[in-house]
């Protein structure tokens, strides 16, 4: 499966803004799909996952109730709404895919990732 991610831009503090993960290739509701993010300096770090139902959904704690993670099979596209930005969200997002939710929060255990997409947030 190929991944493509879009959406990033520059947001003020406090604002919103939504990226998406198309997928190609292969359906993505044959994987858990996975965000990431990566900071300048740091290490990539666990965002949102969901299941390939689109039922079961996951987030990393510093992110949660701000960022809601979603899939349209229709579209075959997965999407990370983000409010309430904060300037710590600034980073680049990845969107991944893995045949399994075990150990989601592991980067590399996901075979298939996108070429990511800048988030800016400004104070």
């Known amino acids: 499966v190929q991944l493509q991610a879009s959406g990033g831009g520059l947001v003020q503090a406090g604002g919103s803004l939504r990226v998406a993960c198309a997928a190609s290739?292969?359906?993505?509701?044959?994987?858990?799909m996975g965000w990431f993010r990566q900071a300048p300096g740091k290490e990539r770090e666990f965002v949102a996952g969901?299941?390939?139902?689109?039922?079961?959904?996951y987030y990393a704690d510093n992110v949660s109730g701000r960022f809601t993670i979603s899939s349209d099979n229709a579209k075959n596209t997965v999407s990370l709404q983000m409010n309430s930005l904060k300037p710590e969200d600034t980073a680049v997002y990845y969107c991944?895919?893995?045949?399994?939710?075990?150990?989601?929060?592991?980067?590399?255990?996901?075979?298939?990732w996108g070429q990511g997409t800048l988030v800016t947030v400004s104070s």
């Open positions: 991944a895919a893995k045949d399994n939710p075990i150990l989601y929060r592991v980067a590399r255990l996901y075979t298939y």
């Open positions: 290739g292969r359906s993505f509701s044959s994987y858990f």
């Open positions: 969901i299941s390939r139902n689109g039922v079961n959904l």
